[in-house]
Nanobody, 123 residues
Framework: QVQLVESGGGLVQAGGSLRLSCVAS????????MGWFRQAPGKEREFVAA????????YYADSVKGRFTISRDNAKNTVYLQMNSLKPEDTAVYYC????????????????WGQGTQVTVSS
């Protein structure tokens, strides 16, 4: 069993930045894929970004491409999501997920989930 704990959420003005962190209870190198998803009120959970190990391949939703950057530090068992140029439509609960063989954009293929961290972007 792997526990994932997110942090770094908060309230920010449009155009601002936040960095989310996700710390795993065991080596992230054993989790082939790590991803971030988000869920806004009244909407379904949606894919945001994913990174794979080894190789470091990254994937992004079109809505965040060029603004968000996902990275992982296996030595620290941590995955990050750097969010720049934030928009009000980025407001959501952000979830970290990990899997041994996930399809990067499909939430149902990830094995482990964090509890979520709230990101609120004011206009």
């Amino acid at each position: 069993q792997v526990q994932l704990v997110e942090s770094g959420g908060g309230l920010v003005q449009a155009g601002g930045s936040l960095r989310l962190s996700c710390v795993a209870s065991r080596r992230t190198s054993s989790l082939y894929g790590m991803g971030w998803f988000r869920q806004a009120p009244g909407k379904e959970r949606e894919f945001v970004a994913a990174v794979y190990w080894p190789g470091g391949n990254t994937y992004y939703a079109d809505s965040v491409k060029g603004r968000f950057t996902i990275s992982r530090d296996n030595a620290k068992n941590t995955v990050y999501l750097q969010m720049n140029s934030l928009k009000p439509e980025d407001t959501a609960v952000y979830y970290c997920a990990g899997g041994t063989a996930p399809n990067y954009y499909r939430a149902d293929t990830y094995d482990y989930w964090g509890q979520g961290t709230q990101v609120t972007v004011s206009s």
